[in-house]
C-alpha cells in the first residue's frame, strides 16, 4: 500500500506507519487515497483500504491510529484536471425529456459523488481521537460514494459520455475545507446538511427520469437514495455523540454551528420520510416544516 502514496503525502504517511506490519495506518491511507487524481484509482484504493478494514475489524486487528494527528502539505483533493471548475450560477440547465439533458444531469450527479468519495475520506484521515467506528463508518460511507460514482460512470458512458466532458462546481469542497478545524461541524454540517439535501432532491429527479423513460438512471437514483439515507444517519449519530460528549444541546448547538458556519439555507420541498429515517427527530422536521417545506418531496 506504500505506492499509493504521492510524494506530497509523505508526512502523513510516515507519521502514520504501523511498527508490526510496516503498514501505513488506515487513516494515513485513507488520505493517500484522498491525493489520488484519478477516479479509479481512487476508487481502488478506497475498496481495497475498506477490504483490508473489514478484514482486520473481524480479527479484532485494527491500526485507525487515532492518537496520530496527520498532516496533509499539498492541495487536496487529488481530482482529475477535467471537468473545470466554474461557478455554480454558470452551470447550464437543460431539461431532462432531452437526453443531452440527461446526460448533463448524471453528469453533475457523477460529480457529486466524487466528491462525497473525497468528503467521507476526509472525515477518516484528518480527526484524531475518534472511536474506531467512527473512522469504520465514514471508510465505509466512501466505499459506498465510489460505488455510486462507478454506477453513474457506466451511466454516462452508455450515453457517450465521460465524467470530465462538462464544467462542474466545488461548492461539496468549500463547505469541506470550511469545517476542517472542528469535527462537530463537519458533522453537523456535511451530512446533515449537503448530503441530507440530496434525500430532498432525489425523488423528483427520479420522476423526471422515469417521466423520460430512462429507467436504468431512476434505478440508480434508487440505490443511491437508500445509501444516502445511511450516510445521513451517520452523520446524526456522530453529530449527537460529539454534542453529548462536549455536554450541548443538539439542537441549540446546531442553530449556532448553522450561523457560526453559513450553512446554505435550507429549502423545501423535504424528504420527511427519509429524513425520519435518516435519524432527524421530531423537532428538527418540525423546524424544517415551519421554514416553508410542508409538502413532501415529490414521489
Ligand atoms: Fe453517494
Ligand atoms: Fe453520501
Known sequence: MNSVFPDSARTGAELSVDAATSQPGWRAAALAALYEADPLAKSGAVSALYALAQGGAARGDTHWHAEQTLSAPGDLPGRPARPDLVEPRSLQRRSMSTPQGRVVLLHALAHIEFNAINLALDAVWRFPDMPAD??????????????????????????????????????????????????????????????????????????????????????????????????????????????????????????????????????????????????????????????????????
Open 134 to 299: 467512527f473512522y469504520a463508518d465514514w471508510l465505509k460511507v466512501a466505499a459506498e460514494e465510489a460505488y455510486h460514482f462507478s454506477l453513474l460512470v457506466k451511466r454516462l458512458a452508455d450515453y457517450g459520455h465521460a465524467y470530465g466532458d462538462f464544467p462542474a462546481h466545488n461548492g461539496l469542497w468549500e463547505m469541506c475545507e470550511r469545517t476542517s478545524g472542528d469535527v462537530l461541524a463537519r458533522m453537523a454540517l456535511v451530512p446533515r446538511v449537503l448530503e441530507a439535501r440530496g434525500l430532498d432532491a432525489s425523488p423528483p429527479i427520479r420522476a423526471r427520469l422515469k417521466q423520460a423513460g430512462d429507467d436504468e438512471s431512476a434505478a440508480i437514483l434508487d440505490i443511491i437514495l437508500h445509501d444516502e439515507v445511511g450516510h445521513v444517519r451517520i452523520g446524526n449519530h456522530w453529530f449527537r455523540h460529539l454534542c453529548a460528549q462536549r455536554g450541548l444541546d443538539p439542537h441549540a448547538a446546531w442553530l449556532e454551528l448553522a450561523a457560526q458556519y453559513h450553512a446554505p439555507k435550507m429549502r423545501g420541498p423535504f424528504n420527511f420520510e427519509a429524513r425520519r429515517s435518516a435519524g432527524f427527530d421530531d423537532a428538527e422536521l418540525e423546524t424544517l416544516k415551519a421554514q416553508g417545506g410542508d409538502g413532501d418531496a415529490e414521489k
